[in-house]
């Protein structure tokens, strides 16, 4: 499965976390299960050093698209699916 549908699964069974710093601070207190990185997050570094508590799958695409398969009216870089 890509992870382009791996996202389309998790969003129609759990309820994301949205938010770089939010989903940091669930990494830190280890209740991520799996977080999505779109292909132009600032941020990635941080979240790659916490791959061995959490899968970090990086998407191919951009901050928008991914707000568009989300339904959500704000670009969406980071987001979070809790064990």
């Not at 207190?29 to 791959?51: I, M, W």
Request: charged share 30%.
């Amino acid at each position: 499965m890509n992870p382009t549908e791996q996202l389309r699964e998790d969003l129609k069974k759990k309820i994301p976390s949205y938010g770089a710093e939010l989903t940091l601070k669930k990494l830190r207190a280890g209740t991520v299960k799996r977080v999505y990185l779109s292909s132009n997050c600032p941020h990635k570094e941080d979240f790659l050093q916490f791959s061995e508590t959490a899968e970090i799958v990086e998407l191919p695409e951009d901050n928008r698209a991914i707000a568009v398969l989300c339904k959500k009216p704000f670009s969406v870089a980071v987001l979070s699916f809790e064990a």
